[in-house]
């Protein structure tokens, strides 16, 4: 039957599809997974040793295991290497206050870029802000606006006061990109991140408000991805997400300095970097106590964990589509993402590398 459909397809000049290489797996990462309570819903890549060595899904996107997915939060990542690169040419400079590229900045204009991708600039939170229909969703992010309103509230904290979590930093960050180089964010990406690298599946959101995840139990409420903007708005392959990872770890995005500096975080910043956390963790079962690279999001039913071990040369991602799965807190030894993070250090892996 198959040898009929492509003789078929072949007689009427169409294109043939192309075939997925067996993914491969890691028994070790499959069998916890098999054991999440209620079942996992969603997909597990890895790398290790510059390849791939593990890619599974399964739940409720089953069908299409290779589709796009929300990266939400994971996106500020790809922002700070894009404001990391300008750092590297010269352009910014990390301690410089964002009113030296955006003059007419009106609130905590003294925050530097380097307090921005810390989240210790004070500025105002776009979640917090006004959700008339009560369903859980800022209004903002089901009906769009000016982000530049809400940004420009009165501040939660003074600079540098302390960590205070908000999408505007990277919004911010998004528009210091364009003042200094002339182009919008999204295109940023297309010609610095996806081209280069080949991350054919890496867009921006589109298409206005949609529910395509799980709250708990019930579909979340609708979201316009696109207003994250900077801050969340990327879709793209769990294996292109591996390749970004890749490329950062070997120094194709950004200079050793540069990755130094997102990279450095302590116990005085909170283990925060430029974008991220870094702690050292000791792998359960593993006898390797190893630093970790984590970037998390979260928007409406989505969660994802981006886990980088610079040291192994190995990289994970965690996406699933159900807000209610507890994934753990990897810094603290226990949970969902140590337990894939050790098998990915100590497991077997078998198959070949899936396409980005």
Known sequence: MRTLLLAALAALCLPVPAARAVPPSIPAIAERLQAVPGGFSGIVGARRGGNAAHYSWSGRGGERPWR??????????????????????????????????????????????????????????????????????????????????????????????????????????????????????????????????????????TGGPRSEAFDGVAPEPPVDVSTYGPAGDLYGGVEALLAFDQALMDGRLISAGARAEMWKAGPETGYGGLSVWVYEVALPGCGITTRVVERQGGIGGVQVRNFLMPELDAALVIWTDDAALDLGETWTGSGLGIDLLAALACGEGRGSRPAA
């Not at 352009?91 to 530097?112: E, H, M």
């Not at 089901?142 to 600079?159: M, N, S």
């Not at 610095?192 to 690298?197: G, Q, V």
């Open 68 to 205: 796009p997915v929300r990266w939400a939060s994971v996106t500020k990542s790809v922002t700070a290497v894009l404001v990391l690169q300008e750092v590297d040419a010269g352009r910014l400079s990390l301690d410089a206050p964002v009113s030296r590229y955006l003059p007419g900045w009106p609130v905590n204009g003294d925050a530097t870029l380097r307090q921005l991708l810390m989240h210790t600039s004070g500025l105002a939170d776009l979640n917090a802000s006004p959700d008339t229909d009560g369903d859980g969703m800022p209004d903002f992010h089901q009906t769009g606006g000016d982000w530049r309103t809400f940004c420009a509230a009165p501040p939660r904290a003074a600079v540098g006061a302390g960590f205070t979590y908000n999408n505007c930093d990277y919004l911010l960050l998004g528009a210091v990109l364009e003042s200094v180089t002339g182009q919008g964010w999204a295109e940023l990406v297309r010609t610095r991140i996806k081209e280069p690298l080949g991350l054919v599946s890496l867009e921006p959101a």
